[in-house]
């Protein structure tokens, strides 16, 4: 079964709006998590990394004001799409790692962000 | 820049057939690595880690070779179900960094 679980796998949001997609470890705490954006055709970019209890490190060219990340604790972290753009449309995905084993890195199911 | 590079195919092959996927990672110090296969419109899913040595599951063949900085995956006896788009990733230290993905690799095994 999963032990990285993301939430909403799908979404439609208008334009102008904000939509907030959660990241949970199943059993196992992760202080560290990534997040990825993947669109169509092409590779999985990363956008930011997520340290428990701190503030995230972002790739250049990813606005932070814009994809806001909260990692609150240490089986979460959010991340939220302010002001919602059609080009934001894409397949968002996180991933946790995971220190009991190596430092092996599991992913979240994905989810499909659609800005009409 | 670090980077990851693999050929975007696709490949296209019959079932049966043996195929090779190739990537190369620009940054001569990265620690681990790993193949991976993305379907459809799902998440990314480990197929295997790649060691020096080499290591074999089942039909599935990795490699990795330090001095020219490539890793490899060999699928033997293709089946229909192996189409997906295979991914490279590698790490560039070890601790909690992130994976650095190649674009893919898009592979069709045909009946």
């Known amino acids: 079964g999963a032990v990285v679980s993301q939430h909403p796998s799908r979404v439609i949001c208008k334009s102008g709006t904000s939509v907030k997609i959660e990241c949970r470890s199943l059993d196992f705490q992760a202080t560290t998590m990534f997040w990825y954006r993947q669109f169509p055709k092409k590779s999985l970019m990363l956008m930011a990394t997520?340290?428990?209890?701190?503030?995230?490190?972002?790739e250049q060219g990813v606005e932070k004001d814009k994809f806001l990340i909260n990692h609150a604790s240490l089986t979460l972290s959010t991340l939220t799409v302010t002001s919602a753009h059609p080009e934001d449309s894409s397949f968002y995905i996180c991933s946790a790692l995971d220190g009991r084993s190596g430092n092996t890195i599991y992913f979240g199911e994905g989810s499909w962000l659609t800005v009409v | 820049r670090k980077e990851v590079e693999q050929d975007p195919g696709p490949f296209n092959v019959p079932e049966g057939a043996t195929v090779a996927f190739n990537c190369t990672y620009s940054?001569?110090?990265?620690?681990?690595f790993f193949w991976y296969r993305q379907d459809c419109r799902k998440e990314p899913k480990l197929l295997m880690s790649v060691y020096s040595s080499g290591n074999e599951d089942g039909r599935f063949t990795a490699q990795l070779n330090r001095a020219s900085q490539y890793i490899s995956l060999l699928i033997r006896d293709s089946k229909l179900s192996d189409s997906a788009t295979y991914l490279c990733a590698v790490n560039w230290n070890s601790g909690n960094t992130p994976l650095v993905f190649g674009k893919g690799t898009r592979l069709s095994v045909i009946a």
């Open positions: 940054n001569s110090a990265s620690q681990s």
């Open positions: 997520s340290n428990e209890g701190s503030k995230a490190t972002y």
